[in-house]
């Protein structure tokens, strides 16, 4: 099993639907991160946590929100989703050892249309 | 603030040929390196990263890469590529500064590595 992941896999929404990505890890780090990916972009930070009542906003926050619901579970809505949010969703993990390596899953395809 | 720039967003080389590719960063402070590589329709896996130390790096699959801080930069290089490494590769720095992570992970827009028969 992996040590992070994400659901669902792959999602095609309509406009204005609102849509939850939702993220579990199993390796015990108090830090989790949502990053998108679109092409020659590279990835953007959306919301980070270090830990369950700290969240924090990243590069590319607007439109989007974040639950942390247990030390294990990251959440991140789209509430009202955009066809420009369609893009490939990354769930991270890292502990503040170890320079904060960070784990990702494997990431969320979504599509809105 | 800190950012990263990876210079070329495609390198195409021959299998058994070496390659480099190349990544700059900027930072006030003091910087911990990473260097990411993404399979297709694969997530990200950690190929190696520079904390303290030996300015030389080695990583997974022959890969190493050396910071250099007079220059700002943190390339990775493989002395003999194989068809198996074409890939996305993804330079990203972390700042720290009191021996404290600020924990934020910034990466550069990614090379495309494709290695030809």
């Known amino acids: 099993d992996a040590d992070v992941t994400q659901t669902p896999r ?16 199993t ?16 990835l953007q930070l959306i919301y980070y946590s270090f830990d369950v009542k700290d969240i924090n906003k990243g590069e590319i926050s607007d439109g989007y929100s974040v639950s942390r619901q247990a030390q294990a579970k990251f959440s991140l809505s789209l509430e009202s989703a955009i066809p420009n949010q369609t893009a490939l969703y990354f769930c991270a993990t890292a ?10 899953g494997e990431g969320s395809w979504l599509t809105v249309v | 603030a800190q950012s990263v ?12 040929a070496p ?8 930072s006030s402070v003091s910087v911990y390196l990473f260097w990411y590589v993404q399979y297709p329709n694969q997530g990200l ?14 990583g997974i699959n022959g890969f190493e890469a050396e910071f250099n801080k007079s220059q700002t930069s943190f390339h990775l290089r493989k002395p003999s590529v194989h068809i198996s490494d074409t890939a996305e590769y993804f330079c990203a720095v972390s700042s720290w500064a009191g021996g404290t992570s600020y924990g934020k992970l910034t990466f550069g827009q990614g090379t495309i590595l494709t290695v030809h028969p």
């Open chain 1, 10 to 25: 792959n999602r095609i929404t309509k406009t204005g639907k609102r849509i939850m990505l939702e993220c579990s890890q």
């Open chain 1, 27 to 42: 390796k015990g780090h108090d830090r989790m991160y949502w990053y998108r990916q679109d092409p020659g972009l590279g």
């Open chain 1, 95 to 104: 502990t503040g050892y170890s320079g904060n390596t960070i784990y990702f």
């Open chain 2, 5 to 16: 720039t990876q210079l070329d967003s495609q390198v195409p080389v021959f299998e058994e």
């Open chain 2, 19 to 26: 390659v480099e590719l190349r990544c700059n960063y900027s």
């Open chain 2, 45 to 58: 896996q950690l190929l190696l990263k520079y904390l303290s130390g030996s300015t030389l790096v080695k």
